[in-house]
């Protein structure tokens, strides 16, 4: 990965789920596992900030084609203008 670019989901959903692994594995000395621990916090940052923006992608596209709406997550959704 480039200096300055930051993963995507995928390379940053592996990375962490490795992090995962080594921690549970309990082989890691106390100072690595705090290093582990806060890139995992990092990964973790970078995977829900590509699956907020996916969501918003998403919530975009449904709405152009049919007129969907959404109009908030505790009320209904709304699937056709007529109704």
């Known amino acids: 990965m480039a200096k300055g670019k930051e993963a995507s989901f995928e390379e940053a959903l592996k990375q962490l789920e490795a992090i995962v692994a080594k921690l549970e594995s309990g082989d890691a000395k106390l100072?690595?596992?705090?290093?582990?621990?806060?890139?995992?916090?990092?990964?973790?940052?970078?995977?829900?900030?590509?699956?907020?923006?996916?969501?918003r992608k998403i919530e975009v596209l449904l709405r152009k084609p049919s007129g969907i709406e959404r109009e908030t997550e505790d009320e209904s959704v709304i699937l056709d203008k007529d109704g």
Do not use: N, T, V
């Not at 596992?33 to 829900?48: D, H, K, P, T, Y």
């Not at 900030?49 to 996916?54: Q, S, T, V």
């Open 31 to 55: 100072e690595e596992s705090i290093r582990l621990f806060e890139e995992g916090m990092r990964l973790s940052g970078i995977c829900q900030k590509r699956l907020d923006e996916a969501d």
